[in-house]
Nanobody, 127 residues
């Protein structure tokens, strides 16, 4: 069973950066998709970024393109580097895994595209 644990959240000021980590256990990531989602108070869960760990493709929501970068290390950790944060980025951030590697953003942008989920971590951007 795949388990995912997020870390690295916290409180930052507008314009600052933060890096989230998603540690994955119980599976070999080479054939998986990993996605980052977020949910702000009173809103639905929205896709932020995803990575095809088999083919290397990376896909982003328009709202974070140029500011956020998804990557992985040689072990079982996937990162979300978040730069130029603004208050609209405030949310609980979740990582998720699925054994179906995506080929485009539309294949990994919805919560229903993913099977396993972490518990989430709070990111707050405020002055």
């Amino acid at each position: 069973q795949v388990e995912l644990v997020e870390s690295g959240g916290g409180l930052v000021q507008p314009g600052e950066s933060l890096r989230l980590s998603c540690a994955v256990s119980g599976a070999t990531l080479d054939y998986y998709a990993i996605g980052w989602f977020r949910q702000a108070p009173g809103k639905g869960r929205e896709g932020v970024a995803c990575i095809n760990l088999e083919g290397g493709g990376r896909y982003y929501a328009d709202s974070v393109k140029g500011r956020f970068t998804i990557s992985r290390d040689d072990a079982n950790t996937v990162y979300l580097q978040m730069n130029s944060l603004n208050p609209e980025d405030t949310a609980v951030y979740y990582c998720a895994a699925d054994p179906r590697p995506p080929m485009m953003w539309s294949q990994c942008s919805r919560p229903t595209d993913f099977y396993s989920w972490g518990r989430g971590i709070q990111v707050t951007v405020s002055s």
